[in-house]
């Protein structure tokens, strides 16, 4: 996935019918004035420089270069004093144990056990992950390839992501909280090819050779506020 400046685009994001929790206010209730937060795949770092002001510290984590380069201009371009962003991934943070207070990812890989070693205890993490769910009916729509279901999770029963987070965290932590969540969404043809473009949802995605399934899912979702989807997130909280 490489970045381009569509990624900050709200043709990306769709016209949303409310979301099931502000994951802003989710973060911020546990959020606590002298705490370093580590976020974990922070893409170009526009929502992590939001929660600047909530904390002593943000630290991005992001391995893709692109990204992170328009991270940095996007610290030097705010006027946010305590974020820095660095190279690394989720399933080897370039950090000492127990040296954050809190961990987010938003809509990124997460690894629990090197998010559990990182965090001091007492730490907690707010993650919020795309379900099994999400946009159901563009994915069974691409059908499968030589790998399976070309839709990311296309292939899970309703409901086994959401207990597989549960048991994997439950093993790490004191506490865990998954919250699961659905509402509608409606794209522009232009917002559902950047959106296919720029996520993982459909492996392998290409505008041209995708056309007749775009055109299909066009035909059959389009609504008076534009073409219909369910999206599905996880909300998941864990105290160490
Ligand atoms: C959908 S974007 C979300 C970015 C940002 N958290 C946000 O909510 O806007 C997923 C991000 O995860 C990053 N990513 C992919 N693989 C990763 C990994 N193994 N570890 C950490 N981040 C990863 C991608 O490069 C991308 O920036």
């Given at each position: 996935m490489g970045y381009t400046e569509?990624?900050?685009?709200d043709l990306i994001r769709g016209?949303?019918?409310?979301?099931?929790?502000r994951l802003r206010a989710e973060i911020t209730a546990l959020a606590l004035g002298t705490d370093r937060l580590l976020d974990i795949g922070?893409?170009?770092?526009f929502k992590t420089l939001a929660l600047a002001?909530?904390?002593?510290q943000v630290v991005g984590v992001e391995p893709n270069p692109r990204m992170l380069a328009q991270a940095h201009t996007n610290i030097t371009a705010?006027?946010?004093?305590?974020a820095v962003v660095v190279a690394g991934r989720a399933e080897q943070l370039p950090f000492p144990d127990s040296s954050f207070d809190l961990v987010t990812v938003m809509l990124a890989p997460h690894d629990t056990s090197e998010i559990s070693r990182v965090l001091r205890p007492g730490g907690r993490a707010v993650l919020e992950k795309i379900g099994d769910r999400d946009k159901w009916n563009f994915k069974t729509e691409f059908g499968a390839d030589d790998h399976g279901p070309?839709?990311?999770?296309?292939?899970l029963d309703q409901g086994q992501r959401a207990r597989e987070y549960e048991d994997e965290f439950a093993g790490l932590f004191d506490r865990v909280e998954v919250r699961e969540g659905f509402w509608a969404t409606y794209y522009s043809r232009t917002g559902l090819e950047l959106l296919l473009e720029q996520t993982?949802?459909?492996?392998?995605?290409?505008p041209v050779a995708d056309k007749a399934v775009l055109d299909r899912i066009c035909q059959e979702w389009t609504t008076h506020r534009g073409i219909k989807t369910i999206q599905n997130r996880m909300l998941i909280q864990a105290w160490k």
């Amino acid at each position: 996935m490489g970045y381009t400046e569509a990624y900050e685009s709200d043709l990306i994001r769709g016209d949303q019918d409310p979301l099931p929790w502000r994951l802003r206010a989710e973060i911020t209730a546990l959020a606590l004035g002298t705490d370093r937060l580590l976020d974990i795949g922070c893409g170009t770092m526009f929502k992590t420089l939001a929660l600047a002001p909530l904390v002593r510290q943000v630290v991005g984590v992001e391995p893709n270069p692109r990204m992170l380069a328009q991270a940095h201009t996007n610290i030097t371009a705010s006027a946010v004093g305590n974020a820095v962003v660095v190279a690394g991934r989720a399933e080897q943070l370039p950090f000492p144990d127990s040296s954050f207070d809190l961990v987010t990812v938003m809509l990124a890989p997460h690894d629990t056990s090197e998010i559990s070693r990182v965090l001091r205890p007492g730490g907690r993490a707010v993650l919020e992950k795309i379900g099994d769910r999400d946009k159901w009916n563009f994915k069974t729509e691409f059908g499968a390839d030589d790998h399976g279901p070309r839709g990311q999770f296309a292939d899970l029963d309703q409901g086994q992501r959401a207990r597989e987070y549960e048991d994997e965290f439950a093993g790490l932590f004191d506490r865990v909280e998954v919250r699961e969540g659905f509402w509608a969404t409606y794209y522009s043809r232009t917002g559902l090819e950047l959106l296919l473009e720029q996520t993982s949802a459909i492996r392998g995605f290409d505008p041209v050779a995708d056309k007749a399934v775009l055109d299909r899912i066009c035909q059959e979702w389009t609504t008076h506020r534009g073409i219909k989807t369910i999206q599905n997130r996880m909300l998941i909280q864990a105290w160490k």
